[in-house]
């Protein structure tokens, strides 16, 4: 299987859990020229900019740990563009789930909006 192959298929996975969580899926892979958001969803009072990451196992240490800074400014450019797009009231959070050899972790508030 190759690397987008899983990659979305692992995308697959944290958005069927997140809708056992009461997670409403709004747009997996929103694309723009300057990066992509996993998949964005809300829940009663936020709309959530979800990073997904995965890894077979641990050896080389936890998914989340690969997100660098330089992902974060994407993910928050693309949120600025989403939100300049489509308009909300909520609050905006910025989550990750982390699955790892079958554990699945979600990760609430897990990095702040880098702004320019």
């Not at 899926?25 to 964005?40: S, T, W």
């Not at 989550?95 to 609430?108: A, E, F, G, L, M």
């Amino acid at each position: 299987m190759n690397q987008r192959k899983r990659g979305t298929a692992y995308e697959e996975i944290a958005a069927s859990y997140l809708v056992r969580q009461k997670i409403r899926i709004i747009k997996k892979n929103y694309r723009i020229r300057q990066g992509e958001v996993d998949l964005i969803g809300e829940d009663t009072s936020h709309l959530i900019f979800f990073e997904v990451k995965f890894r077979s196992s641990d050896r080389y240490g936890e998914p989340e740990l690969a997100i660098s800074i330089n992902k974060i400014k994407k993910i928050s450019r693309v949120a600025e563009h989403y939100l300049m797009c489509f308009p909300t009231g909520k609050q905006v959070r910025y989550d990750v789930i982390s699955i790892c050899d079958q554990r699945i972790t979600w990760y609430k508030n897990a990095f702040e909006h880098y702004g320019y």
